[in-house]
């Protein structure tokens, strides 16, 4: 009888834990549901259609920073590049890339249809990762976008995130891999700013 009673509370505690993972799970995903529409409410809602790109830019920034830690998708692109650069070039490094990859992001929508994006299932990886997958249908062809989430002390944030198979991060770092063997944490601040004076920049924009 004990013995009966022990595995129903064994189960029972199971159950409640299972149901807790699950449900956190299914709160990111409303997080993530959340930004990703409020940052597309800034670009094609009417409240905001007499904003400049700038001014868009900024106002996309804050939708997104307001539920994510930008910082943590791009030191992980950097890696062990971080360690090379002075403490203030890591900060402008982090401002200015924060600025870049919102420009780009702005840019490449600006005059184009509201994309529809669907998010998808949650999977989980281990108690403290998971990855949520989605579709992108913009121009009339379909992307697959999945965000890769990590449990950490500031809460749930995004690490990298994974578009038709293609790594942000490993593409990013890649870049700056590249960068780093013949230039130093200037070179990076300087090469970064003066991307951010052209017009034309997208997702295919190199670092």
Known sequence: ????????????????????????????????????????????????????????????????????????????????????????????????????????YVNGLDGKARPVIELGKVISITDKRIEIESTVKLDEKTYYVTYRLGRMSSGWQIYDIVAENISVVSNYRQQIDDHFRKGDGAGLVARLEELLKHDEINEDTKI
């Open 1 to 104: 009888m004990i013995m009966l009673r022990l595995i129903s509370a064994f189960l029972f505690s199971s159950v409640l834990s299972l149901t807790s993972v699950f449900s956190a799970e299914l709160a990111e995903r409303e997080k993530l549901h959340d930004t990703i529409n409020a940052v597309l409410d800034v670009l094609y809602s009417d409240c905001c259609s007499d904003l400049s790109l700038e001014e868009k830019q900024a106002k996309v920034r804050e939708a997104i920073e307001v539920k994510y830690d930008l910082s943590v998708i791009i030191r992980r692109a950097i890696g062990r590049n971080w360690r090379i650069m002075s403490e203030s070039e890591q900060e402008q490094v982090l401002d200015l890339v924060k600025q870049l990859v919102v420009k780009a």
